[in-house]
């Protein structure tokens, strides 16, 4: 139990593009959900906190323009990346929670390259 | 700001050779989390430790939280390749927004055959 879906696995994209990364909770309905970034080497940096029906909730430095977040029903949270650029090359993971003990269930993570 | 102090960075050991990952923080958590990450992939969540003094044994790995849920331990007897990896501790905090998750840097360890 307790799986997540990330699609898709990896992306290239120009310059100047917008990418949607996708986020399922297959077998529970995930209360909230998360999206982080990470770059080689290190630890995961939250990038937004996701809660079905509302806005989301952007950590410090993040754009919230750039990187919209809607999260539809239980288990569908989607990131898109508006107007990519060679920057926003990264590792981008979700994550879902249940209720119990806070515990959050990854992603297998999107691999964006923006040329 | 909740911080996670995770130690070592980074670790490079022979096959059968013990090891212990440590997580400490000035704060108090609800829970702490251990995951484990492979290159590409997302984290995998190994434990989940709850009450101050737990103690949970995963075959080769046991994991600890600290009496005053501040501090973890990971604790791996005689490593295998197959134990290479990223690992991860998380706490989840006492108040509001306590579904986030404070993550330590990660402990790279690499298990030489």
């Known amino acids: 139990g307790a799986v997540v879906s990330q699609h898709p696995s990896w992306v290239i994209c120009k310059s100047g593009t917008s990418v949607k990364i996708e986020c399922r909770s297959l077998d529970f309905q995930a209360t909230t959900m998360f999206w982080y970034r990470q770059f080689p080497k290190q630890s995961l940096m939250l990038m937004a906190t996701?809660?079905?029906?509302?806005?989301?909730?952007?950590e410090q430095g993040v754009e919230k323009d750039k990187f919209l977040i809607n999260h539809a029903s239980l288990t569908l949270s989607t990131l898109t990346v508006t107007s990519a650029h060679p920057e926003d090359s990264s590792f981008y993971i979700c994550?879902?929670?249940?209720?119990?003990?806070?515990?959050?269930?990854f992603g297998p993570g999107t691999r964006l390259t923006v040329l | 700001t909740q911080l996670l102090e995770q130690s070592p960075q980074f670790l490079s050991i022979q096959e059968g050779e013990n090891l212990t990952v440590y997580c400490n923080s000035s704060s108090v958590f609800s829970s702490l989390q251990w995951y484990r990450q492979e290159p590409g992939e997302g984290p995998v969540l190994l434990v989940t430790v709850v009450t101050g003094g737990e103690v949970k044994k995963l075959k080769r790995l046991t994991f600890q939280f600290g009496d005053a849920r501040k501090d973890s331990s990971l604790h791996i007897t005689a490593a295998q390749p197959g134990d290479t990896g990223l690992y991860l501790c998380?706490?989840?905090?006492?108040?509001?927004?306590?579904?986030?998750?404070?993550f330590g840097k990660g402990t790279k360890l690499s298990v030489i055959p």
């Open positions: 994550s879902a929670a249940t209720s119990s003990y806070n515990e959050q269930f």
């Open positions: 998380a706490g989840a905090g006492t108040g509001a927004g306590s579904y986030q998750l404070t």
């Open positions: 996701s809660n079905e029906g509302s806005k989301a909730t952007y």
